[in-house]
Structures are given as C-alpha cells and as structure tokens.
C-alpha cells in the first residue's frame, strides 16, 4: 500500500493529474510506472484534442528581454477563462514559449506550418532546387531532395514543430499539450514577434 501510495504521489508531481486518473491509470498497468506515465499522456492527448474545438478568447501578453538586452519577444497566448489565464502553469507556459522564440535564430516564420508565408516558402525552394541541380544527381533523386529540404525547413522554421529549448526531445506542440493537460482548458498560441539588434 505504502509503495502504491508514493507511486501516486510520485505521477501526481510529474503529471499534474488528479489522484483519481493517476491510481486509474496505475491499476490499468498493473502498478508499472511507465505504463501508467503512457496511459496518462494517451487520456491527456484525448482530451487535450476535444479542449482545441473550444474558443480560446482569453490570455495573455507575454514579454520576455534577453538579459543583453539585444533580443526581445512580445507573445501573445490564449485559453478558455481569465482564471486559466492567472494560473502558474499558464504562465509559465507563455514565459517558456517566448524564451524558446528568443533563443532561435533564425526565428520562427510563423506559428503553425500551414501558416508560413508562401513567399518564404518560394524562395527557399528555389534554393533547395538550385542546390540539388548542382549535386548532379538525377532528376528523380534531385526531386526527392527538395522535397525533403522543404519537409525539414517547414519544420523547423514553425514555432509549434520546433524542438523546444529546453528539452529536444520534445516539440514546442508537445509543450502546448501538457499544458492543455494540465489547466484543463484550450490553449493556443496566437503569434508572436521577435526584435533584435
């Protein structure tokens, strides 16, 4: 019992789940810690899919100055309440997501892949094509080339498919979904800017 009761104890600290889910999930895995962490993230990923239909009209601004003072972010994030908005673990969120903006350069293009400028786009195509016409590789291979230079450009110039900061083995979307696990609610992020000298 007592092993049961740090075991719980132990998930509800790493996960921020409510008691009940945590001794649910435990049970469903036979007292395995690991599987118990995976059915918590499967039920969170769930619900955090039914949370994202929701409007996200709340929020917050966030600001974050890089201590030289060359680099700052202004970001913009959202959620369902104003009392969301208040909690810890928002803002922590929201401070999180605008340091891991500051850190990259070159800065994200746009929030979410679709939403890259289709000039961007263009131009860095081009680029690929150029460079696989000069490898001098076949046109069948040159084509797969760009197409995977372009998968990966996408994907690392849309802040929510980036490797987040603090912990690449991690996306900045996989932050946003615990986050959603956690408060309960829809969080979006909305946009963001990003000044340096």
């Given at each position: 019992?007592?092993?049961?009761?740090?075991?719980?104890?132990?998930?509800?600290?790493?996960?921020?789940?409510?008691?009940?889910?945590?001794?649910?999930?435990?049970?469903?895995?036979?007292?395995?810690?690991?599987?118990?962490?995976?059915?918590?993230?499967?039920?969170?990923?769930?619900?955090?899919?039914?949370?994202?239909?929701?409007?996200?009209?709340?929020?917050?601004?966030?600001?974050?100055?890089?201590?030289?003072?060359?680099?700052?972010?202004?970001?913009?994030?959202?959620?369902?309440?104003?009392?969301?908005?208040?909690?810890?673990?928002?803002?922590?969120?929201?401070?999180?997501?605008?340091?891991?903006?500051?850190?990259?350069?070159?800065?994200?293009?746009?929030?979410?892949?679709?939403?890259?400028?289709?000039?961007?786009?263009?131009?860095?195509?081009?680029?690929?094509?150029?460079?696989?016409?000069?490898?001098g590789k076949p046109e069948n291979i040159q084509a797969r080339i760009v197409e995977g230079r372009m998968k990966k450009f996408v994907s690392e110039r849309a802040l929510l498919t980036q490797e987040y900061v603090k912990e690449p083995d991690k996306t900045v979307e996989d932050l946003l979904q615990e986050t959603i696990q956690k408060v309960g609610e829809n969080?979006?992020?909305?946009?963001?800017?990003?000044?340096?000298?």
């Open positions: 019992m007592a092993t049961t009761i740090e075991k719980i104890k132990q998930l509800r600290e790493e996960t921020a789940a409510g008691m009940m889910d945590v001794k649910r999930a435990l049970e469903e895995s036979d007292g395995d810690l690991d599987g118990a962490r995976r059915v918590l993230r499967e039920r969170g990923q769930a619900i955090a899919q039914k949370k994202s239909s929701r409007e996200a009209g709340e929020g917050l601004i966030e600001s974050y100055v890089h201590f030289n003072g060359r680099v700052g972010v202004l970001l913009e994030v959202n959620c369902e309440t104003d009392f969301v908005a208040r909690t810890p673990e928002f803002k922590e969120f929201a401070h999180n997501v605008a340091l891991h903006v500051a850190s990259h350069n070159p800065s994200p293009a746009a929030v979410r892949p679709e939403d890259i400028p289709q000039e961007v786009l263009d131009e860095e195509r081009q680029i690929a094509e150029t460079q696989a016409a000069n490898s969080v979006v992020v909305r946009r963001f800017v990003r000044y340096a000298l």
